[in-house]
Every structure is written in structure tokens, then in C-alpha cells.
């Protein structure tokens, strides 16, 4: 390994690919980039499937949306966007309805037709069987919003698979605002730009890596290779936080996902890019069907690629989601002020790093910034 880089990024997701880009063209710097799995692009990693032809997110759909001008305007360098427009559906007792819950969703569930300025009374018959006065967890939070049938059929089993524990010991702050339509508005995201990169997401990152003062380490553990760096390099890293101290305070919580790949022989398996599953008895929460997110490009097949997304508590290895909360909060804090005292020349940042859920324009907004404001600047 040569030891003379004065940057060290740990991960390829956004956070660091974005920091690398900007240090290697605008710095005109030479960076390390040291990835644990096969391939760049972090979680919004694509690739193709070989039998079909069809490319898919390894690790779960992906659909870029933001309202920020800066980060438009910054990752438009690196690619275009088709024209896909999300909107999600979920099935629940073998129908079909729309998500978030909306007018169409209240009309279809309760087989009636209520106007937009109908909805409010009508639910108030629904509270007057049972409501909360101060709601202690998320299922009372939820009722209180939606009325007891709405939330049994289409929130509870949905969450307590993808969070493996009862919405009753849930707090009720996690849902204070749970998405709701009281028209028939199907979008699922309301950003000024959306879609899906044309090329797909692993290009932006061909395109952000391509500069020679990037180096790129696959296969690579941050652990196993720390020893042998400059111990003058700024290290930039977006692994897990408790991993970076050893796990010295315990770990904090995560879920993950799995995913079962199948080719049907179908040309079109379920109309749609993601259908959700509501009934608690189907094991997976969701069905992804990547063929939907380009709906410009001709794939001319009588099969298609569908994939199952099971939700479970994480290992070591594969953290998704934070599971936030009081304790995890405490956890993630200690952490951050011994790895300050730990790491005085390293830089954390990303969803493992922060212990946060973040969307990609979030992270790509806070790459930026931190460029600008820690790197750019010497700090
Ligand atoms: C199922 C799912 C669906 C999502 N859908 C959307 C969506 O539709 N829209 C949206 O905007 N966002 C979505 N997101 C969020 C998006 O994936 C993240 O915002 C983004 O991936 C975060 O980038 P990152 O660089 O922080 O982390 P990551 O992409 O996770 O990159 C971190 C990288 O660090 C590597 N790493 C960790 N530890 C080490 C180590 N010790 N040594 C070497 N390498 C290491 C990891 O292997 C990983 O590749 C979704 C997330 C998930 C889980």
C-alpha cells in the first residue's frame, strides 16, 4: 500500500465519492478511497441482471428526489434523469389501493364516495368509536389520525414487519405527522426534480471516480489496512460510528433488509415499480419490479425481474435503517465525543457515520458542505 495519501475516504457511497471528487478536481489532490465490497455506488449501487437485461438496485429501489437547486445542479454533471414519477401502492387483503393513504385509498377501502370537504366528518365517526386523548405510542398516534380500520389495514402490519416490534411499544413522536390525502394526489414525493438516473446510479459514480487522483481499494476493510497509513492523512469516514471505537459502548440498532431475486415469466409482473404488502401474514413488506423505473427504455422480453424485501434486525455486517430512539440517541452522542478525542484528524459523515436516515440528496448536500466548510478550507 503506498502511504502517501493525504486524504483517506472509507466507503464509495455518496458521501465519500462526492468529497473524493471534489478534493481530486478541485483540490487537485490525490485521495484513497477504501470500499469493503465488490463495487462503488454504496446502497444505491445498480447493476444488471443477466438473464433479462434488466437493471435493478442491489439494495432495495432507489429514486433520486430533491428540492435543493445546489444538489440539482451538482449531480445534473454527472448524469440525466428520465421521467419517472413515483407513486406506491400497497396490497392489503388481496386488493389493491393507493399510498400514502389518499381519497382514492378512503373511497375504495370503504366502497363510498366522499368529497374532498367530506372526509373530515366522515372520520369523526370513525374517532367517535375510539380515539386517544393523549396517545402514548404509535398506534394510538396513528388511530388518532386515521381511524382504527385505515390504520389496521394499511399501517400496523406493514410496521411491525419492517420493524420487527408492535406499533404499541413504538413512541408515539415517530408518526406525528403520518402522511395523509384528503385528495386524490398519488405522487409519493412532492421535490421539484425526481427520477431515476438514466444510465442508472453505478454511472454517476463511474463519472465522480474517473479522475487519476482517485485511487479505488475494493474488497478492502478500513480496519485491516489503518495501521499502514500516513498517520497524518485526514481519514473521511462513512462507516458505522460504533464500529470506528470497537463497539466499546455497546451497539447501536439497526434493521436491515434481504432480498429475493426471482425472473418471472411475465412481461409485466405487478404494473408498477414497488407494491407494498399490508397483511401481516405475508412475510415480505414489499415487491420490487425494476423494469417500471425505466419506463423509456424498450426491454422486449416475456419475462421480468421481481424481487421480495424482507425486513429483519441487522448484524454487524449490514446496518440499514437507524432504529433511533431515546437510547440510541444517548449511544450515538458518546460515541461522537470519544471518537473526536479518539480520531482528532478524521471527518464522519454519511447515514452509518451520523446514525441517521438520510436520502441520497441529503447526503450529497452534506458531502458538499463539508467540503466546503472543513476541507476546502484546511479545518
Ligand atoms: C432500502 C433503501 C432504500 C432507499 N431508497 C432511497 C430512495 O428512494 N431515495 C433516496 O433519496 N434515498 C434512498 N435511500 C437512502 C440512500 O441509500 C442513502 O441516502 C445513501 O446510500 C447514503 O450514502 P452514504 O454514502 O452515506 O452511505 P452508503 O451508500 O451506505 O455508503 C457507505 C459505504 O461504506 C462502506 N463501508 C462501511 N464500513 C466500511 C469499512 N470499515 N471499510 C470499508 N468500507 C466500509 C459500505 O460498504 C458502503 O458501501 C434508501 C436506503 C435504503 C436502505
Given at each position: 500500500?503506498?502511504?502517501?495519501?493525504?486524504?483517506?475516504?472509507?466507503?464509495?457511497?455518496?458521501?465519500?465519492?462526492?468529497?473524493?471528487?471534489?478534493?481530486?478536481?478541485?483540490?487537485?489532490?490525490?485521495?484513497?478511497?477504501?470500499?469493503?465490497?465488490?463495487?462503488?455506488?454504496?446502497?444505491?449501487?445498480?447493476?444488471?441482471?443477466?438473464?433479462?437485461?434488466?437493471?435493478?438496485?442491489?439494495?432495495?429501489?432507489?429514486?433520486?428526489?430533491?428540492?435543493?437547486?445546489?444538489?440539482?445542479?451538482y449531480?445534473?454533471?454527472?448524469?440525466?434523469?428520465?421521467?419517472?414519477?413515483?407513486?406506491?401502492?400497497?396490497?392489503?387483503?388481496?386488493k389493491?389501493?393507493?399510498?400514502?393513504?389518499?381519497?382514492?385509498?378512503?373511497?375504495?377501502?370503504?366502497?363510498?364516495?366522499?368529497?374532498?370537504?367530506?372526509?373530515?366528518?366522515?372520520?369523526?365517526?370513525?374517532?367517535?368509536?375510539?380515539?386517544?386523548?393523549?396517545?402514548?405510542?404509535?398506534?394510538?398516534?396513528?388511530?388518532?389520525?386515521?381511524?382504527?380500520?385505515?390504520?389496521?389495514a394499511?399501517?400496523?402490519?406493514?410496521?411491525?414487519?419492517?420493524?420487527?416490534?408492535?406499533?404499541?411499544?413504538?413512541?408515539?413522536?415517530?408518526?406525528?405527522?403520518?402522511?395523509?390525502?384528503k385528495?386524490?394526489?398519488?405522487?409519493?414525493?412532492?421535490?421539484?426534480?425526481?427520477?431515476?438516473?438514466?444510465?442508472?446510479?453505478?454511472?454517476?459514480?463511474?463519472?465522480?471516480?474517473?479522475?487519476?487522483n482517485?485511487?479505488?481499494?475494493?474488497?478492502?476493510?478500513?480496519?485491516?489496512?489503518?495501521?499502514?497509513?500516513?498517520?497524518?492523512?485526514?481519514?473521511?469516514?462513512?462507516?458505522?460510528?460504533?464500529?470506528?471505537?470497537?463497539?466499546?459502548?455497546?451497539?447501536?440498532?439497526?434493521?436491515?433488509?434481504?432480498?429475493?431475486?426471482?425472473?418471472?415469466?411475465?412481461?409485466?409482473?405487478?404494473?408498477?415499480?414497488?407494491?407494498?404488502?399490508?397483511?401481516?401474514?405475508?412475510?415480505?413488506?414489499?415487491?420490487?419490479?425494476?423494469?417500471?423505473?425505466?419506463?423509456?427504455?424498450?426491454?422486449?422480453?416475456?419475462?421480468?425481474?421481481?424481487?421480495?424485501?424482507?425486513?429483519?434486525?441487522?448484524?454487524?455486517?449490514?446496518?440499514?435503517?437507524?432504529?433511533?430512539?431515546?437510547?440510541?440517541?444517548?449511544?450515538?452522542?458518546?460515541?461522537?465525543?470519544?471518537?473526536?478525542?479518539?480520531?482528532?484528524?478524521?471527518?464522519?459523515?454519511?447515514?452509518?457515520g451520523?446514525?441517521?436516515?438520510?436520502?441520497?440528496?441529503?447526503?450529497?448536500?452534506?458531502?458538499?458542505d463539508?467540503?466546503?466548510?472543513?476541507?476546502?478550507k484546511?479545518?
Amino acid at each position: 500500500m503506498n502511504k502517501n495519501y493525504d486524504y483517506v475516504l472509507v466507503g464509495a457511497g455518496f458521501y465519500c465519492s462526492i468529497i473524493a471528487e471534489r478534493i481530486a478536481n478541485d483540490l487537485g489532490k490525490k485521495v484513497l478511497i477504501v470500499e469493503k465490497r465488490n463495487h462503488i455506488g454504496g446502497n444505491c449501487f445498480s447493476e444488471t441482471n443477466i438473464e433479462t437485461g434488466i437493471e435493478f438496485h442491489k439494495y432495495g429501489t432507489h429514486i433520486f428526489h430533491t428540492s435543493n437547486k445546489k444538489v440539482w445542479e451538482y449531480i445534473s454533471n454527472f448524469t440525466t434523469f428520465n421521467s419517472y414519477y413515483h407513486q406506491v401502492l400497497i396490497t392489503y387483503n388481496s386488493k389493491v389501493y393507493q399510498m400514502p393513504i389518499n381519497l382514492e385509498t378512503i373511497n375504495s377501502f370503504y366502497n363510498i364516495n366522499l368529497k374532498p370537504f367530506e372526509v373530515d366528518d366522515f372520520l369523526e365517526q370513525e374517532f367517535k368509536k375510539e380515539s386517544y386523548t393523549n396517545p402514548k405510542n404509535f398506534e394510538e398516534q396513528a388511530i388518532n389520525i386515521i381511524g382504527r380500520p385505515l390504520y389496521d389495514a394499511f399501517i400496523k402490519g406493514y410496521t411491525i414487519k419492517q420493524w420487527g416490534r408492535d406499533p404499541k411499544d413504538l413512541p408515539a413522536s415517530i408518526i406525528k405527522r403520518l402522511p395523509f390525502r384528503k385528495n386524490y394526489s398519488e405522487s409519493y414525493f412532492f421535490d421539484t426534480y425526481q427520477g431515476i438516473p438514466t444510465d442508472g446510479f453505478t454511472a454517476i459514480f463511474d463519472k465522480l471516480l474517473a479522475s487519476n487522483n482517485i485511487d479505488i481499494q475494493l474488497n478492502t476493510d478500513f480496519f485491516e489496512i489503518k495501521e499502514q497509513l500516513n498517520s497524518s492523512a485526514t481519514i473521511i469516514y462513512s462507516g458505522s460510528i460504533d464500529r470506528l471505537l470497537d463497539y466499546r459502548f455497546g451497539e447501536l440498532d439497526y434493521r436491515t433488509l434481504d432480498f429475493e431475486f426471482e425472473v418471472v415469466n411475465y412481461e409485466d409482473f405487478q404494473g408498477t415499480s414497488v407494491m407494498n404488502y399490508g397483511n401481516q401474514k405475508i412475510p415480505y413488506t414489499r415487491i420490487h419490479e425494476p423494469k417500471h423505473l425505466h419506463p423509456e427504455r424498450t426491454y422486449n422480453l416475456d419475462k421480468t425481474l421481481i424481487i421480495k424485501e424482507y425486513s429483519k434486525e441487522a448484524n454487524r455486517e449490514e446496518p440499514y435503517y437507524p432504529i433511533g430512539g431515546e437510547v440510541n440517541k444517548s449511544l450515538y452522542t458518546k460515541y461522537l465525543k470519544e471518537v473526536k478525542k479518539v480520531y482528532p484528524n478524521l471527518i464522519i459523515g454519511g447515514r452509518l457515520g451520523d446514525y441517521k436516515y438520510y436520502d441520497m440528496h441529503h447526503v450529497i448536500e452534506n458531502a458538499l458542505d463539508t467540503y466546503n466548510n472543513l476541507i476546502k478550507k484546511g479545518c
